[in-house]
């Protein structure tokens, strides 16, 4: 009578631990396959946002540069008017002593408040382009915001990938999945705007 069983066992032994790492071999490729895509999509959305943070950032500035040339435009309106304001006073002192006034001063007036239209149009368009700039900023920093999303979504699923190559856990794996999934649906959400 033999002493154990007559099937080789080691034979078997191998067939079983080759057929675990041909399983886990493809698990492991899939893992790699998958992070190494998230990679590159976290990638191209962390340019996208960086690219769209600065194109805010320089539309802020020029909006900034706008409201400055505006300021400018209103003191400048409030100086002729300032002015218009003497050239009334001084045409009131002659009419307060009897005397008539100079038309040169009523030429001022008028001219100073002519000047006043043409400044305040201008000072009106420049507000008008920064609050163009502003609003096309602002839209940007919203893409940028999604952007941003999307890398975070992406760089938690390429950790979870890790581990799950670690564990050979599928599940954990189609979490890193899922995750990638919503990070590609952010990046998405930025790019149409």
């Not at 066992?9 to 886990?24: C, F, Q, V």
């Not at 805010?56 to 002729?80: E, F, G, V």
Request: glycine share 8%.
């Amino acid at each position: 009578m033999p002493e154990g069983p007559e099937v080789e066992t080691e034979k078997l032994h191998e067939a079983i631990h080759e057929e675990l790492e041909r399983e886990g071999g493809t698990l492991i490729r899939t893992i790699a396959l998958t992070t190494a895509i998230l990679a590159a999509l976290a990638a191209i959305a962390s340019l996208r946002a960086g690219a769209t943070v600065n194109e805010a950032l320089l539309l802020k500035t020029d909006a900034t540069r706008l409201q400055a040339a505006a300021s400018d435009q209103w003191a400048y309106y409030q100086a002729k008017g300032v002015k218009a304001a003497v050239a009334e006073g001084a045409a009131a002192a002659f009419e307060a002593a009897g005397k008539p006034a100079p038309a040169v001063y009523a030429q001022r007036q008028k001219g100073y408040a002519d000047e006043q239209a043409e400044i305040r149009a201008e000072a009106g368009k420049l507000e008008k382009e920064r609050d163009e700039k502003e609003a096309e900023a602002s839209h940007l920093l919203h893409v940028h915001e999604r952007y941003a999303a999307a890398v975070a979504l992406f760089q938690v699923s390429i950790a979870l990938g890790a581990v799950a190559a670690l564990t050979r856990l599928r599940l954990v794996w189609a979490g890193s999945a899922l995750l990638g999934l919503a990070g590609a649906v952010a990046f998405v959400l930025g790019w149409v705007g």
